[in-house]
């Protein structure tokens, strides 16, 4: 048997009515079973039954969505472990809640074809969906590749490798002292290590502080629309949330007038902050002045500037505009279907790399291309917070959480007294977590490391 | 031309590490067996460095020991010193390394495979093997005799087209000035065999008397006595020390301003040389910012003067040896003995050999050693043992032994060769192994005797006496789980005198063991077994409650890997026809033909999704989803 228990969305993503996430392995009802609300304990149900019930978050008991689901016990499942499927609403925002809770309370995320590969493993495979299921190996394989791909270039794998650079050093080193006992370089110490790791640890916490996918995914992108008064801010937000159907909620806890709207771009989660601000003051000429913006900016990770197409570039529309370098933005001229009085050419040169849409919302000309501009964005993992580097997906937040476990364990190994060749162990398993975030882990990495780091011999 | 001269089960070709235990494991499996070496003088050779063991070789040689082999027993009986390493560290990574005294441990094990019934010994050079039907039938040696065998080993060492280089010299040899065996590489070429070339080097040597030990650091051997084998009874306690000098900044000028006349640099060498084992003009050019490099001085035995100058391996040209020689503290007159070499050889490429060392071109040849792109003479030894165990099985129509990743670091090296292949020569380090934790050097008696006895070379003596030890083990590891000891005045004692916390309730021995102040010694006194334990159950006991939690960590990743490593590739699989794998892996799989998929997951270049595929194609027993 598999030791660990496996999940994953297994219902294509987009925005189905229903999506469905499997949970897999020898833990599966006890994991599911603490994300689980509903009359009875999944552990004493039948096997083969369906349930009506709540998902909540492990850590926070957070309430995540009304679900259905099915126990199934060993063996009479697709992969012969025991299975536990729960349907959710579709839409990207509560499957991933939902897998995010499951991976919270213990299982890990599937690889590609893992599922099917259990299945023939534990003896039985699903004989007559043997092509669809290669079929979708492929495809998931390929777009893990491209999005591999895309991170390759990201600021993200930068880092990781940095990261992980600084771990095969310390294993390098570790890895001299052992097989090379009499060779002059410097003998670990337990403090030099420990030191090493809890410096590990810290980069890879602030990696996790950055890795708000999961929060985005329940809160939202928070997005901030600004831009002088008059500009169309309020028709914009109109037009977003006209056209998706937005949910208004109140936060418990917060004073009235902010208010924050949801809406959701083509599958992804928007939080449209301060939108009363934006709403009220409309009319109210200058009452969001530049200060404000920049604090309501502080809390974004998207940025929409609006500027006037039938206005020339005013001084506040320069200084946002050199504001929004520090920010992942969006420039939106809109009222294009009035003559011209801004020298386009100049702002796309003020704006640089910063993607520019023209828009008449009025006309409501231009949301297509904005809407593609905002997908595009957030799906090539341009999307960053604040503090920097955004991780962009579950695995990765799953994997960083085990590397980080790992270093843990390293440290709290040492403190044990235990020998440092043993609690290695611990940090070339994180040092594995990393490489696989970037799809690196080849253990050859660190037979090359020894001998380029060292002079051995003979 | 030629003569039949005779008929055997296993026919061995060369007598290094590999040869003897192939040969040894061959005849004593029942097969009566031939052993073939150019220079029968020349059995066992240290041709390099003139000791055993170290990190994971040592734990090699304890390996081939548990399996009935006997190098481990051969260098107890002729070391000059032995020493424990890494013993301010974990047990998993002790490690025994004995200086050896070359000339009698070539003696010693001339004189046990004389004495080996079963095996016949015969000095001849083989030039030719005799294949028929992609099946090897024999051998064919240079005078023109002709020998018939079920299975053949070979294990041909730095000999094949060996070629020695002294900087722009450079001559057809073997080792130490032997007769290269050309004709058999040319023959394994033609024979349709992917041939590599490699490099490897040795120091000169010097006289003991021209040199200054008094200005050098003593190197002593341990004193408590120490041995590789499970069966030595008698130790050695008369040691010679080694010493330890460095080279300078004058030593390192020398060789920069003679660089140019270094065939490393000159482009003479064609040969690809380990990392692991740089020459010291390598050394000085790609760590140009140390200002030392460590020479040991090393006996080469007990009856000669000669001394192995560890650290100084190099080809440059002779006068420029010794002139770096004298450069060095302690060396300032030394007399150069020997000089030092770099040899090239023909290896051929191991992923073209099963896990079993049975090459896939040709069935009934296996190859061991050298010849498979490893380097020392432990890797060779391990490997030989292995080839002679599944040549000896071969000719019984037993199916081959093979070790795997968790159980042995012979499991590890194997696996690696064949699955990945290497680029350099190969050598075994404990980073290499996954499973570090559970291939100790103290358990490899626990790891392998089982299997040893199974193949029929452990004696019934040995097996009993093996199975009372285990037996004792997890008697006292269970009563240390059942007993608790109480918080009486004698037991604070000697927490406190130990340096470590008092206990305020009744505590299992098993945990309290896990403190890393204690040790056995300690629990024993507060609650003494029924009868005294011998030290290695002692050993045992502490090592395996000690560190459960490590162990079991590991335990657990073996388990992950073993359904994959027992679900077996079938013959019939054609990669060709598996649409939906990469090319890479179609291209990696078709060279390895890997026998499990646990073997194929290891091969670079394939992926997770590629084995997934795999798997649906052999369940679907090749019919759907193939290309044609």
């Known amino acids: 048997m598999e030791t660990d228990t496996i999940a994953a969305i297994a219902t294509p993503l987009g925005e189905g009515g229903i999506a469905v996430i499997r949970v897999s392995g020898p833990e599966a009802i006890p994991i599911a079973d603490q994300i689980y609300k509903g009359k009875t304990s999944l552990a004493d149900v039948p096997t083969h039954t369906v349930h009506y019930g709540y998902i909540v978050h492990p850590d926070t008991g957070e309430r995540i969505d009304e679900v259905l689901v099915t126990v199934m016990r060993a063996p009479r499942t697709f992969t012969r472990e025991d299975v536990v499927e729960i349907s959710c609403h579709g839409g990207m925002v509560p499957v991933h809640a939902v897998l995010e809770a499951l991976l919270s309370a213990g299982a890990r995320l599937a690889e590609p074809g893992e599922f099917t590969k259990r299945a023939f493993l534990n003896g039985r495979i699903d004989l007559s969906q043997a092509e669809a299921v290669i079929d979708l190996i492929r495809a998931k394989t390929d777009r893990a590749a491209k999005v591999a791909l895309k991170q390759h270039e990201g600021r993200l794998s930068r880092l990781i490798r940095q990261l992980r650079n600084e771990i095969v050093e310390t294993l390098a080193h570790l890895a001299v002292n052992v097989d090379y006992p009499e060779y002059d370089a410097e003998e670990m110490t337990s403090r030099f290590l420990r030191e090493r790791c809890q410096q590990i640890e810290k980069e890879i916490d602030r990696l996790l502080s950055t890795a708000r996918q999961g929060k985005i995914y329940r809160e939202g992108i928070a997005t901030v629309i600004v831009g002088r008064p008059n500009v169309g801010k309020s028709s914009l937000m109109n037009a977003l949330t006209q056209e998706n159907k937005a949910i208004v909620t109140e936060i418990p806890g917060t004073t009235r007038d902010v208010i924050e709207e949801y809406v959701n771009v083509r599958g992804i989660p928007l939080r449209l902050l301060d939108t009363a601000g934006i709403r009220e003051t409309e009319d109210i000429v200058e009452r969001i002045g530049v200060e404000r913006t ?7 990770d998207l940025v929409l500037l609006v500027l006037n197409y039938a206005e020339p570039l005013h001084e506040e529309d320069r200084k946002l505009i050199s504001i929004l370098k520090q920010y992942t933005a969006i420039v939106i001229v809109n009222k294009i279907d009035l003559p011209g009085q801004l020298n386009l050419e100049e702002v796309r040169s003020l704006v640089g790399d910063t993607p520019l849409i023209t828009t008449s919302l009025k006309q409501e000309k231009g949301i297509e291309e904005l809407e593609e501009a905002i997908a595009s964005l957030f799906l090539l993992g341009k999307v960053e917070t604040a503090e920097g580097t955004y991780v962009s997906n579950a695995r990765h937040i799953h994997l960083l959480k085990k590397a980080k476990q790992n270093v843990r364990d390293c440290i709290d190994g040492i403190d044990a007294g235990v020998p440092l060749d043993m609690v290695e162990i611990d940090l070339k398993n994180a040092w594995q977590n990393l490489g696989e975030i970037i799809g690196e882990a080849v253990a050859e990495d660190l037979i090359d490391q020894i001998f380029s780091q060292f002079c051995l011999g003979k | 031309m030629g ?31 031939l052993l073939l070496t150019i220079n029968l003088d020349m059995i066992a050779y240290m041709p390099c460095n003139p000791s055993i063991g170290g990190p994971a070789k040592g734990h090699v040689v304890r390996e081939i020991d548990a399996l009935g082999g006997e190098m481990g027993k051969n260098i107890d009986k002729t070391h000059i010193q032995m020493r424990m390493l890494n013993t301010g560290k974990g047990p998993a990574v002790y490690a025994l390394r004995a200086q050896a005294d070359k000339v009698l441990y070539q003696r010693e094990m001339k004189k046990v495979l ?24 024999g051998v064919v040696t240079r005078t023109g005799a002709h020998y018939r065998s079920k299975t053949v080993v070979l294990t041909t060492g730095t000999y094949l087209r060996g070629k020695v280089i002294i900087g722009d010299l ?5 080792p130490n000035n032997q007769l290269p065996a050309v004709n058999l590489a040319h023959h394994l070429h033609e024979l349709g065999f992917e041939m590599v070339r490699f490099k490897t080097g040795t120091p000169p040597r010097v006289n003991r008397k021209s040199i200054d030990t008094s200005r050098m650091e003593i190197q002593p051997g341990d004193e408590e006595p120490r041995a590789f084998s499970y069966e030595t009874t008698e130790f050695i306690t008369d040691q010679l020390p080694c010493w330890l000098t460095y080279t300078n900044e004058k030593t390192h000028q020398y060789i920069r301003d003679n660089l140019h006349r270094a065939p490393m640099y000159s482009g003479v060498i064609e040969g690809r040389g380990p990392r692991y084992c740089p020459s010291i003009e390598d050394k000085i050019v790609r760590f140009a910012d140390k200002g030392r490099h460590q020479i040991f001085i090393e006996p080469e035995g007990r009856e000669t003067e000669e001394m192995y100058v560890q650290g100084l391996s190099t080809s440059l040209p002779e006068d420029v040896q010794l002139q770096i020689l004298r450069t060095i503290e302690g060396l300032e007159k030394a007399e150069m003995m020997r000089t030092g070499y770099a040899i090239e050889y023909d290896a051929i490429v191991p992923t073209q050999l099963w896990p079993s060392l049975e090459t896939k071109l040709v069935e009934n040849l296996f190859t061991a050693g050298q010849i498979n792109g490893t380097s020392g003479y432990e890797e060779a030894a391990g490997q030989g043992i292995m080839a002679g165990i599944n040549a000896a099985r071969k000719v019984q129509g037993k199916d081959p032994v093979i070790l795997d990743r968790s159980q042995a670091y012979i499991g590890v090296l194997i696996d690696d060769l064949v699955t990945k292949g290497t680029n350099e020569p190969y050598r075994l380090l404990t980073s290499r192994a996954e499973y570090r934790l559970l291939l100790r050097h103290d358990n490899a008696d626990l790891r392998l005797t089982e299997i040893g006895y199974e193949i029929g070379l452990i004696s019934e003596e040995r097996y009993r006496r093996f199975i009372a030890k285990k037996e004792a083990i997890e008697k006292e590891i269970a009563r240390l789980r059942a007993t608790k000891v109480k918080p009486t005045p004698e037991v604070q004692a000697i927490l406190k005198e130990m340096g470590t916390t008092e206990i305020h309730n009744a505590v299992e021995l098993a945990d309290l063991i896990k403190r890393p102040e204690l040790s056995y010694k300690e629990i024993a006194r507060m609650s003494p077994p029924p009868e005294p334990l011998a030290p290695e159950v002692e050993e045992q006991v502490e090592i395996q409650l000690k560190y459960e939690g490590y162990i079991k960590k590991s335990l657990q990743q073996v388990e992950k890997m073993r359904k994959m490593e027992e679900k077996r590739i079938p013959d019939w699989v054609d990669y060709n026809k598996i649409a939906g794998i990469s090319s890479e892996a179609r291209e990696k799989l078709n060279q390895v033909r890997p026998v499990s998929l646990g073997q194929a997951s290891r091969i670079s270049g394939v992926s997770p999704a590629d084995i997934s595929i795999l798997m649906v194609y052999i369940e679907q027993g090749g019919k759907v989803y193939s290309k044609t």
Do not use: F, W
């Open chain 2, 114 to 137: 004389e004495n080996q019934p079963n095996l016949v010994l015969h000095q001849g050079m083989v030039e030719k093997l005799i294949v028929e039907n992609g099946t090897c039938k």
């Open chain 1, 294 to 300: 920049h604090k309501a900016l502080e809390q974004a």
């Open chain 2, 170 to 174: 450079s001559y057809e040899s073997g």
């Open chain 2, 3 to 33: 003569y039949i001269a005779g008929e055997y089960d296993v026919i061995v070709v060369g007598a290094g590490h590999a040869g003897c235990e192939a040969a040894l494991a061959a005849a004593r499996m029942g097969c009566s067996t």
